[in-house]
C-alpha cells in the first residue's frame, strides 16, 4: 500500500532556518504512540506538539514558534524529538525573529 511508509522517519524541517512558522513531517510504518516535543538547546521541552497514538502513515505539523503557553520562544537553535515504541530521532532547526 504506497499510503502507508516502509519505515519510521523524522525529515528535516521546512523552513530551516524559519521566522514564524515551520513544518515538521514524519513517517509511520505502523500504529505506534507518538510523543513529539520541541526542545531548547538546554534539554529543556518548550512544546509538546504530539503526544497520542497515531495510525501508520505520513504526518506533518505545523510549529509556529509559541511554547506551550503560547508564548514566543527566542531566536536561536531548537531540537524536536520524536520518541514511539521503536522508533526515537532528533533533528535541529533554527529560529530567526
Same mark, same amino acid.
Given at each position: ?31 505506534? &504512540? ?5 526542545? !531548547?538547546? $538546554? %534539554?529543556?521541552? /518548550?512544546?509538546?506538539? #504530539?503526544?497520542?497514538? @497515531?495510525?501508520?502513515?505520513?504526518? &506533518? ?5 509559541? !511554547?506551550? $503557553? %503560547?508564548?514566543? /520562544?527566542?531566536?536561536? #537553535?531548537?531540537?524536536? @524529538? ?16
Amino acid at each position: 500500500d504506497l499510503s502507508i511508509p516502509k519505515n519510521y522517519a523524522l525529515n528535516q524541517n521546512y523552513p530551516n532556518p524559519f521566522n514564524p512558522v515551520t513544518t515538521i513531517t514524519f513517517e509511520l510504518p505502523q500504529n505506534s &504512540s507518538v510523543n513529539i516535543g520541541i526542545y !531548547d538547546v $538546554n %534539554g529543556q521541552l /518548550v512544546r509538546t506538539l #504530539v503526544n497520542d497514538r @497515531r495510525e501508520a502513515g505520513y504526518y &506533518s505539523l505545523v510549529w509556529k514558534g509559541k !511554547d506551550d $503557553n %503560547g508564548k514566543e /520562544v527566542a531566536s536561536g #537553535v531548537y531540537f524536536y @524529538r520524536i520518541q514511539t515504541e521503536n522508533y526515537n530521532n532528533t533533528k535541529r532547526m533554527i529560529l530567526l525573529r
